[in-house]
């Protein structure tokens, strides 16, 4: 199925029928939905705490402990997402549908396990960490909002299938 998007033309649609199929059949469509909004719980609070810690200088302490935790989150809906991939598009990373969000996803990867290589290595300087832990979250954030973007275009794509099924 062809589906238009302004300004460029037809594309091809973001799941096949047996995409869709394998997607809403699969069990880890189940985990990365309910690993999703607990990222981005983790994210929040840990947010808070190192802006917290740039701030007043206090619960350094916490504030590393909430990156790890969301670091160890992002591990496992990397880890579950790729599996996801497979189960759905027959490929562990980098599906045409999911190209650009697993490219960004690499990044925030890299971002998170610097932070890691850094806290646990002593490598920077406390605010140095701190500032590198919200430049590993804005990657996050521009990767959730892709992820979302999809999301949105995959409901759309389905309304015109639930209303020709009628």
Known sequence: MKTP??????????????????RDSSPW???QGVLAPLQFLVF???CALVIRT?????????ANASVVLKTLVLY???VTGSIWEHAVFGKW????????????????IALHTAYLAAAFGDLLAPRELMLLALAAY????????QFLWK????????????????
Do not use: K
Request: net charge negative; proline share 4%.
């Open 44 to 46: 929040i609070a840990s």
């Open 5 to 22: 998007q302004a300004g460029n033309g037809p594309t091809r649609a973001l799941y096949s029928d047996e995409e869709r199929a394998r």
């Open 93 to 108: 990373l980098f599906a045409p549908a999911f190209f650009w969000e697993d490219v960004v996803s690499m990044g925030v």
């Open 138 to 145: 804005a990657t996050y954030v521009v990767n959730a909002a």
């Open 54 to 62: 740039l701030t007043t200088g206090e619960g350094l302490a916490l």
């Open 76 to 78: 496992a809906i990397m």
């Open 29 to 31: 469509t189940l985990v």
């Open 151 to 166: 999301l949105r275009m995959a409901r759309l794509e389905a309304a015109p299938r639930a209303e020709f099924a009628r």
